[in-house]
């Protein structure tokens, strides 16, 4: 009875330390990324799977890292096992979306966005999925797809500047320029120093006929480092 008891004791305690290194290995994980050094990270993550290799938060991390080092193939592999274990996980298929992304194929990317819209998510990611599925409607010109992903973006979250910002970029392909304007006004009332935001509501005023007030934000651009807005004032604003 006691060399059960002890062998039961043994178990849990080898149970608990590994419990331990998991955690510890994904905390360390964590901090690569945090640092840029996806190499360690990933070295982290399979560490951490070699202990537990159907731990979310290691799975997760691995795909982030992977591609975030450019190894997109690597990324997908870890996605699809993991989606295989777990079908229902938004997060998994949302990753596999952003490689197909990355790698160019943005209607498969369209494909995965929706699906894991599909599954229960958090609001928190369900803002990232739109984001991201907007980024790919756009770059396949579906500009009044992007236009939707962005204003059930705003409902979720109106105080998000990169949602205003880039749904003026959907507005002036549109053509709609006083939208845009609009837009580019509340990305910077929330984001007042982002240089791409005035040289984007720059450009709108162009189109708007409104020189002067398109003049005076390539100048704030400019100031902020943003070459483009300073070829602009050469282009458009030498009597300004």
Known sequence: MRKLSFIILLLITNLALAQDNLSELISAGENSIKEKNYKAAVSSYKHALEISNTDTLALNGIIRALTLMGDYREAQKYAEDAIKTYPDNAEFIFRKGIIHNLNGDHEKAVEEFNSALNLKSTQNLKIRILLNKASAEFKLENFTGALDDY??????????????????????????????????????????????????????????????????????????????????????????
């Open 151 to 240: 204003n059930q973006v705003i409902e979720l979250d109106p105080r998000n500047a990169n949602a205003y910002n880039y749904r003026g970029l959907v507005n002036y392909r549109l053509n709609y320029f006083i939208d845009a304007v609009n837009d580019y006004n509340n990305s910077i009332d929330l984001e007042p120093n982002v240089a791409s935001t005035y040289y984007n509501r720059g450009m709108s005023y162009l189109k708007l006929n409104e020189k002067y007030k398109a003049c005076v934000d390539f100048h704030k651009a400019c100031q902020l480092k943003y070459v483009n807005a300073c070829k602009m004032i050469v282009i458009e604003c030498s009597n300004q």
